[in-house]
């Protein structure tokens, strides 16, 4: 099956193949996003207003804080902003829990972003490039195994946003999980993925301070999502990796399209394309039906019997 599953208008009632695709590694692409846009004038604004005020690659609105990261402008300014993406994510919420009810279930919304660069040509260092293929880690802080769910719509007029893939995190697990340092000689598990004493402190610290402030939540790691952010280094670091042709292929995008995927299980790199709209939720592993395909699962799977015993 393509790496790729398209769902045109008529097929959204049937939420359960959205929910079957989306948990088994699948980018679930809409030919015509399913979200209401904002009118055409707002959008105009936000493709050639914006780019002067941007203090940060994106704008982000973040529910749990209520407030813009990443822009430098007068008040007015930011609230229009902020209105425009708390609306977008709304409606992007509202079509989750009608499309993939149980996974909203206990969700986080984590920021809802505008993107209003060009991707192509950024020459970003390989660790923040987006154009180098990786799967995502830790997103706000500490998943501990949750899952990063992302919503994208292209709201560019005429260009396509065009991304390159080397396929689902288990293939990259079992073709690189040893060079990334995730399994020893015998393909077993090389790392610990589970919280130990010092982790539930910090975890505790965190949490005391992001209830003064929501955004401290970043500080807070776990194994887990340090094992994640070692294959997402390699991932982009690697040369012999970059070089790999093995599994990879373009996507496309086109203006007004819409697409939703796990990115920590579905490798990904933005090789072009400019403005749209990022919706990232954290939704818990707990709740998914086919929890074999989290990445905490597929390299669980390969801890030692003697170690799972213990
Ligand atoms: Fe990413």
Known sequence: MSLVATFAAEQLSTGESIL??????HIVFFPRSPIALPDEATLR???????????????????????ITGLAADAATT???????????????????????????????????????????????????????????GAYGATDGDRILRFFVN?????????????????????????????????????????????????????GVSRLNPLAR???????????????????????????????EEIRFPPYSAWMVFTDSVSHASLSGQYAFVTTIIVRRRHMKRPQFAPFNLLMAHQAASSKSA
């Not at 050639?48 to 941007?54: E, K, V």
């Not at 080397?166 to 060079?179: D, F, N, T, V, W």
């Not at 776990?222 to 982009?236: E, G, Q, T, V």
Request: hydrophobic letters at 35%; a positive charge.
């Open 79 to 137: 609230q229009r902003l902020e209105g425009i993406l708390r609306e977008h994510l709304a409606s992007v919420s509202a079509f989750l829990r009608a499309q993939i009810a149980p996974l909203s279930v206990d969700w986080t919304v984590g920021t809802c972003s505008v993107r209003p660069i060009q991707e192509r040509g950024r020459n970003l260092k390989p660790h923040a490039s987006n154009e180098l293929v990786h799967v995502d880690a």
């Open 45 to 67: 604004y936000l493709r050639s207003g914006l780019p002067a005020q941007l203090r940060r690659k994106n704008i982000s609105y973040h529910p749990e804080a209520g407030r």
């Open 155 to 207: 709201f560019n007029d005429h260009e396509d946003r065009v991304w390159a893939s080397k396929g689902p995190i288990e293939q990259i697990l079992e073709r690189c999980g040893r060079e990334a340092g995730l399994f020893d000689a015998h393909g077993q598990l090389a790392v610990r993925l589970t919280k130990g004493p010092m982790d539930r402190m910090l975890s505790a610290a965190v949490h």
């Open 218 to 248: 970043v500080l807070d790691t776990s194994p887990y999502d340090r094992a994640m952010r070692r294959l997402h280094n390699y991932m982009k670091d690697d040369a012999a990796f970059r070089d790999d042709p093995r599994g990879y």
């Open 20 to 25: 079957d695709a989306l948990e088994s590694s």
